[in-house]
């Protein structure tokens, strides 16, 4: 069963950088596509990046320049650096694949506050 947890949430300051981390298993994390999905308060959840299996990424354009994801095979693990965050960012940021059926962490929350 497709399993994935995300970790790397917490407070921080306008300007500040964090980075989130996605363990997966249960599946065949090589050929998995991976996705960073966010929600803010009263807000629809969307689409913030994507990898490829063959490491090709993409962007929402509120992040472009900002954000950068990227995947570590040997740890089954997907990363997002995510660096001048703003109050805007704040949300909870979810993991996700399609790979055996549409599968999501538990998120793990983000606030950007002074």
């Known amino acids: 069963q497709v399993h994935l947890v995300e970790s790397g949430g917490g407070l921080v300051q306008p300007g500040g950088s964090l980075r989130l981390s996605c363990k997966a298993s249960g599946l065949n994390f090589k050929i998995a596509s991976m996705d960073w999905y966010r929600q803010a308060p009263g807000k629809q959840r969307e689409l913030v990046a994507s990898i490829g299996s063959d490491g090709t990424t993409n962007y929402a354009d509120f992040v472009k320049g900002r954000f950068t994801t990227s995947r570590d095979w040997p740890r089954r693990t997907v990363y997002l650096q995510m660096d001048g965050l703003q109050p805007e960012d704040t949300a909870v940021y979810y993991c996700?694949?399609?790979?055996?059926?549409?599968?999501w962490g538990q998120g793990t929350l983000v606030t950007v506050s002074s």
């Open positions: 996700h694949t399609y790979y055996g059926g549409d599968r």
